[in-house]
């Protein structure tokens, strides 16, 4: 576990995480930011600070983040991996919690190991994440013990830790592959002589499995784990004066360690000269380039430094916007490409620029990457570029101002974190929303050009140029690379032409048609409206969101319809389909008209269904469902969009089965359809010459052409009568033409018998295992409850045997599906990565385990199950994804309102006897089918 690198400021998501702000007429660019007043923050008198916001969203609900402001970087050489190590033994046995108690309690009451409960280890800080489920003085006081003993009452038992050498071992051993040898070849530049690059987080296993050395462990935890380095932050539904209470009574009287050591500070060495790495793997399957420069983290204390936050928004949003438009031509210098500043540890900030390029183009495509930045370094954008974004931004932070009332606890613990872990601000959002507006109308031109200038210096100092490659494919020598990035500077570059468009995305508005019948559920609070061109429509207003509209359409049909012959043209038609455009628009041209708004639509062609899927705010519902209306009646043909998408697409599959990953899907995915032609499968250069772009066009128009029998689900932050008069004009008025609403079931079932299917395709030491059950199944909702249950009973023992028994596997699990596509059937699978020489083993454990459900399931464990069940189901009530989930499957199932209504007493009402008795009927080990992913031989 490991923190992962944030970019700065590029999405509206890390807008208002990062919160922007602006100034106002009475302060000066050096004031501070003000912090958010919802929040209390204090100290103890031993250091130990807190940081507390109360909020009823979810009810009932309070969530902790204990944060140590020490991970890997303090380890010595004797400690390296303990930082880490500390993180397991952490639920591994303490004062309140003996063994494995503190994760059973906290299953009885609902928390789910590994996706409620986690932690993790960084560099420079170790955080450890409880939520607890509800607000009782019982469960806060059980969730103090935990928190406390984090703190200072770990036992740190010798055999505990050696049994959990081998879990961190296999946990390691998920990590190593491609990924591990890339960091190998990148940080000795990245990190160049700084201690981070002898400091990562999962260490070395010769310290982590080397028994005798456990006081090394103690040692850290006594160094480190103290009140002055540690903070608390959280956030739900609590008293202040209570929750504080308990701070103070919990930590109040932990008392730091006398000559307590220094907590150093370490940083990333400048270097004057540019270095390079030219990197070739078999399982690297694309070529790219990274250019890299390094400069000193920027803090936001000021509002002028927020004021530099916004104008760094701006001009990423404006660099990357220029080079989509560029790589999305035909005879591009690259594939894609992206720019953007990005935090790193060591006090430095980066700014990168990657390109993805066709093999034997590194230097050329290189090039094409320094060319578009110098060009805009010369030039500029313009003021059109930069008004554009700034009504964009405007608009974020309106949205952002609308949910203010609706962030949930875990979202506030998030950014309180940040703050505390980064030094990101934490003001409230109406102040960041009129500080961003404000300062929007200050920023010129010159304020992007100065950021330009400071990002594209044209430096080699503190320079990194990356390039990864399959092995085998042509790559230049880096004095060749490095001549080539040169030749820029000596070009003559001219302005960039960009697109302006003014005109509305329809011109002509299609006549509204009433629906033949309006119905409303009261139980559900769910409208139905059905139309005479057989398009239905279920909709649910909800408060969940203020401004969030979801949407999606079903029809059943999807490729099945097409005959074997057109199989690959017919699975790639929604893709091929979009890649032209709209209407008279080109795909560039739609973008730019609907700049600035939130709206996202895009159809899809799936097996057994088609239809399309988006969302919108509430201004932008319309245009969401006019691109829903051009989808069906206005797609457009381009051919030279057409022929760059393929010549693409070639390059990016060329190599794609050398990642043993994607070979591993691939095999499964062959041996599952038993080779039949209407495999998905990956298509190589030569399937992807024969795709037609006339017939995959004519597959979509055959399908999307009539809305019959599709329904369409609506839910979110409307109106539901304000919104009726626009579904009757774009959706009412959908061609109806008889078409045929139905999916053809081609008769491919996966093979009955119990065998091993063996991909050899690792370059490490290890294995990864899928053991997979199928078979025929009743759709009805208690067994499809009742398989889940199965799935999360089984990765429980899974856990207990294979993890902490064995030390075979860092995180096995199972996972159950049940579908109604081409049939009624279910799918279980077992999933674990292994050492090859622990594999015979682990696969009889799990099939042991199996058999064990089958004989007797733990009363205890099945009250876990269905406290979690429970849980995820109130949660998930307070959610627009959810409802329009509830409202598909009860079209594609047939369900109603009543076995909505006992979804619940169904989960109480399952019984053990019940699931024992589904075990033995389904989970036939003499039909399982057994992948492995195996090393090479």
């Known amino acids: 576990m490991r923190r992962c690198e944030r970019t700065v400021l590029l999405f509206f998501g890390l807008v208002i995480a990062l919160g922007t702000r602006g100034f106002s007429q009475e302060t000066s660019a050096d004031s501070p930011i003000p912090f958010n007043a919802k929040a209390k923050t204090g100290q103890l008198g031993n250091g130990f600070r807190y940081y507390m916001q109360k909020n009823g969203i979810p009810k009932k609900e309070v969530h902790f983040r204990l944060i140590i402001n020490a991970g890997s970087i303090l380890e010595t050489e004797e400690q390296r991996g303990f930082a880490h190590f500390l993180e397991h033994m952490a639920f591994n046995g303490s004062e309140h919690f003996p063994g494995n108690g503190m994760i059973d309690y906290l299953q009885s009451i609902g928390v789910e190991f590994g996706i409620d409960l986690n932690a993790y280890t960084g560099y420079d800080e170790t955080v450890y994440m409880l939520p607890m489920p509800d607000n009782k003085p019982e469960t806060l006081d059980q969730g103090f013990h935990i928190l406390g003993d984090w703190l200072g009452g770990l036992k740190l038992n010798t055999e505990d830790i050696d049994k959990e050498r081998g879990v961190i071992l296999e946990e390691w051993r998920t990590t190593i592959g491609l990924q591990q040898r890339l960091k190998d070849e990148m940080y000795p530049l990245l990190y160049h002589g700084s201690r981070y690059l002898d400091r990562r987080p999962i260490g070395l296993m010769d310290v982590v499995t080397k028994e005798g050395n456990d006081e090394e462990i103690r040692k850290f935890y006594r160094d480190w784990y103290r009140p002055n380095l540690a903070t608390l932050v959280v956030s739900g539904d609590f008293d202040e004066a209570d929750m504080l209470k308990r701070i103070e009574g919990t930590f109040g009287k932990m008392k730091n360690p006398e000559n307590e050591k220094e907590r150093k500070r370490y940083g990333v060495p400048k270097h004057k000269e540019t270095l390079v790495n030219i990197i070739q793997d078999k399982e690297i399957t694309t070529t790219s380039v990274k250019i890299i420069s390094k400069f000193p983290h920027k803090e936001e204390k000021t509002l002028g430094d927020l004021k530099r936050s916004v104008v760094n928004l701006l001009y990423t949003y404006m660099v990357n916007q220029r080079l989509n438009d560029i790589f999305q031509k035909p005879g591009a210098p690259f594939l894609y490409a992206q720019s953007y500043a990005t935090a790193a540890s060591g006090g430095t900030d980066r700014y990168v620029s990657l390109a993805t390029v066709k093999s034997g183009q590194i230097v050329e495509g290189a090039k094409g990457l320094a060319r578009e930045l110098a060009r805009i370094k010369i030039y500029g954008f313009t003021q059109g570029d930069l008004d554009r974004k700034k009504e964009i931004l405007h608009k974020d932070f309106d949205r952002a101002a609308m949910e203010e009332d609706k962030q949930t606890s875990g979202q506030i613990v998030g950014m309180l974190s940040n703050h505390v872990l980064y030094g990101e601000e934490y003001a409230d959002i109406k102040f960041k929303k009129e500080f961003v507006q404000r300062v929007l109308k200050e920023i010129t031109l010159k304020d992007i050009q100065n950021l330009v200038n400071e990002y594209i210096s044209g430096s080699e100092e503190n320079r990194v140029v990356l390039v990864t490659a399959p092995e085998g494919d042509p790559v230049p020598t880096k004095d060749e690379l490095l001549k080539g990035l040169a030749e820029v500077s000596d070009e003559i570059i001219t302005a960039y032409e960009g697109m302006e468009i003014d005109k509305p995305l329809m011109s002509v508005l299609p006549e509204p048609v009433s629906p033949v019948k309006d119905k409303h559920d009261e139980v559900l609070d769910i409208t139905t409206l059905e139309y005479a061109n057989g398009v239905t429509v279920t909709l649910k207003s909800t408060t969940f969101k203020n401004n969030e509209i979801r949407f999606s359409s079903l029809r059943e049909g999807g490729y099945s319809r097409a005959s074997d012959a057109n199989f690959d043209n017919a699975s790639m038609a929604a893709t091929l389909v979009s890649l032209g455009g709209l209407g008279e628009f080109d795909t560039q041209q739609v973008d730019r008209i609907n700049s600035g708004k939130q709206v996202y639509v895009a159809p899809y062609m799936h097996r057994y269904t088609e239809g399309v899927s988006g969302f919108s705010s509430n201004e932008d519902f319309e245009t969401l469902l006019q691109l829903t209306y051009l989808t069906h009646t206005a797609p457009r043909k381009d051919v030279p969009q057409f022929e760059h998408f393929i010549s693409n697409k070639k390059e990016y599959n060329r190599k794609s089965l050398n990642n043993p990953d994607s070979y591993f899907t691939d095999g499964i995915n062959k041996v599952m359809m038993q080779n039949s032609p209407r495999t998905a499968t990956l298509l190589t250069p030569e399937k992807l010459d024969k795709i037609d772009l006339d017939k995959a066009f004519d597959f979509y128009v055959s399908r999307f052409g009539s809305a019959r029998g599709t329904r369409f689900f609506i839910v979110g932050s409307f109106e539901t009568e304000k919104i009726k008069?626009?579904?009757?004009?774009?959706?009412?008025?959908?061609?109806?033409?008889?078409?045929?609403?139905?999916?053809?079931?081609?008769?491919?079932?996966?093979?009955?018998?119990?065998?091993?299917?063996?991909?050899?395709?690792?370059?490490?030491?290890?294995?990864?295992?899928?053991?997979?059950?199928?078979?025929?199944?009743?759709?009805?909702?208690?067994?499809r409850i009742a398989m889940g249950m199965l799935s999360d009973l089984l990765t429980i023992r899974l856990t207990k045997k294979i993890r902490e028994e064995l030390g075979g596997a860092y995180a096995p699990f199972s996972n159950a599906t049940v579908m109604q596509r081409p049939f009624n059937h279910f799918r279980l699978d077992v999933y674990f990565t292994c050492n090859p020489d622990k594999l015979d083993t682990l696969v009889s454990a799990s099939f042991g385990e199996i058999e064990q459900l089958k004989k007797s399931i733990s009363e205890e464990d099945l009250e876990k199950v269905k406290k979690a069940l429970l849980k995820n189901r109130e949660n998930s009530l307070e959610s627009n994804g959810y409802w329009r989930r509830v409202m598909e499957d009860q079209f594609t199932r047939g369900e109603t309102a009543k076995d909505f209504e006992r979804y619940e007493g169904q989960i109480r009402n399952i019984s053990e006897k019940k699931l024992r008795k589904l075990a033995k009927k389904y989970f036939k080990v003499d039909e399982c089918l057994e992948f492995v992913l195996s090393p090479e031989k």
């Not at 109806?736 to 991909?759: L, S």
Request: avoid cysteine; hydrophobic fraction near 30%; glycine fraction near 8%.
């Open 725 to 783: 008069p626009l579904l009757n004009r774009y959706l009412g008025s959908l061609p109806g033409n008889k078409i045929k609403a139905e999916f053809v079931d081609h008769g491919v079932r996966p093979p009955k018998t119990a065998e091993r299917f063996d991909f050899p395709k690792n370059k490490v030491d290890k294995s990864k295992v899928i053991l997979r059950f199928t078979g025929i199944y009743p759709s009805g909702q208690e067994e």
